[in-house]
């Protein structure tokens, strides 16, 4: 779900802020997308509500990142039990004109699949960046 929607709280606010804040310190050229994805009917219907989804376009189609906009998706899960909503993992996908170029989870394997890739230090700059996150999730 847009991360701008998922916003409800503070402490939620605080974190997609700080999420942002995270990609651009590593890549300042990026601009951040709170609402990544369309509000239309069909869209709607692909849209996890147990996710924040931020997206981040360059100026250009970067060649060291084999993309010109990421989508993020970092995905919850709410325990039955006890209803505490934890961070499980983080999807990433690079595209460009042509479409999805790649992706990256760690919930499988932590590994880029696709027609193309970052470069091995643009891949490990994002794995980095997507370790914080989960550490800002994870810590309360």
Do not use: C, Y
């Not at 250009?60 to 919850?76: A, D």
Request: aromatic share 8%; proline share 5%.
């Amino acid at each position: 779900m847009n991360a701008a929607e998922q916003a409800t709280s503070l402490e939620t606010a605080s974190k997609i802020a700080a999420v942002v804040n995270l990609f651009k310190a590593e890549f300042p050229d990026a601009r951040s997308d709170l609402k990544p994805w369309a509000n239309d009917p069909d869209t709607r219907e692909l849209v996890d509500p147990d996710s924040i989804d931020l997206g981040f376009h360059f100026p250009g189609r970067s060649r060291l990142l084999q993309s010109r906009s990421l989508l993020l998706q970092i995905r919850f899960h709410q325990d039955a039990i006890t209803g505490d909503r934890r961070a499980i993992g983080i999807e990433l996908a690079g595209f460009d004109h042509r479409g999805k170029q790649w992706r990256l989870s760690t919930i499988e394997n932590w590994t880029f699949e696709g027609t193309t890739q970052p470069t091995p230090e643009m891949g490990g700059k994002l794995k980095a960046v997507l370790q914080q996150v989960l550490d800002l999730f994870h810590a309360g």
